[in-house]
């Protein structure tokens, strides 16, 4: 029996719904069935193009890290200082980043390789933007310090290990305090120029 016919089902649309279902109630909590409807097509179309829910969580994240991407490349390389490239960018994960989404894809890549295949290049692609602002500053002599990688390690994992904590509303953990911790460790390694500021002011 030959496939369905469904090319008027735009695939980006299942995708960005894919994208907001998930973010609101979270993998275990989606059928495919809600993702079709806020979408606005079925759940024939939707597994037209994908295998179910484990491909449709990638390809939201990648969706939702583009969107980032793009609303910020701008604004960073329009930035007067490697100071300021720097707090634009974590200001952006902060407040901007879906990392609701990047834990559901997290527990996913544990019994996934297509999921942590995605995970890792996200990953890489996040740490290598926190790098190349913090080795700008260092060649430039506004940061202090040689060692860009050593320095985007400890600051690319406190941030990992606090926004998520953030995400979860855990006790004890405000934005606020996730803000100045990582601007006081920012501050601890790339030195005086360093603008440890509030971000929002």
């Known amino acids: ?35 079709a409807r806020a979408a606005g097509t079925s759940p024939a179309a939707v597994l037209y193009w994908f295998d179910g829910k484990d491909g449709l969580l990638a390809e939201a994240l990648v969706l939702r890290e583009q969107e980032f991407h793009d609303r ?35 527990v996913l890549a544990l019994r996934d390789e297509r999921a ?46 606090l926004a998520p904590l953030l995400a979860v509303r855990a006790t004890g953990i405000s934005r606020d305090r996730v803000e100045r911790t990582w601007l006081a460790e920012a501050a601890r390694l790339l030195g005086p120029a360093f603008d440890a500021g509030p971000l929002h002011v």
């Open 1 to 35: 029996m030959p496939r369905p016919r469904l090319d008027h089902v735009r695939k980006v649309q299942i995708v960005s719904a894919a994208a907001s279902v998930l973010s609101e109630r979270g993998y275990a909590n989606t059928r495919v069935v809600d993702i």
């Open 72 to 106: 910020y490349a701008t604004p960073l390389a329009d930035a007067a200082s490697a100071s300021e490239r720097l707090r634009l960018l974590i200001a952006a994960m902060l407040d901007d980043y879906d990392w609701g989404l990047w834990m559901e894809l997290c």
């Open 116 to 161: 942590a295949a995605e995970r890792d290049r996200m990953d890489r692609r996040w740490r290598a933007a926190l790098r190349a602002v913090i080795a700008d500053g260092q060649r430039s002599g506004e940061f202090d310090g040689e060692d860009a990688d050593e320095t985007m390690f400890v600051l690319a994992g406190l941030l990992d290990g």
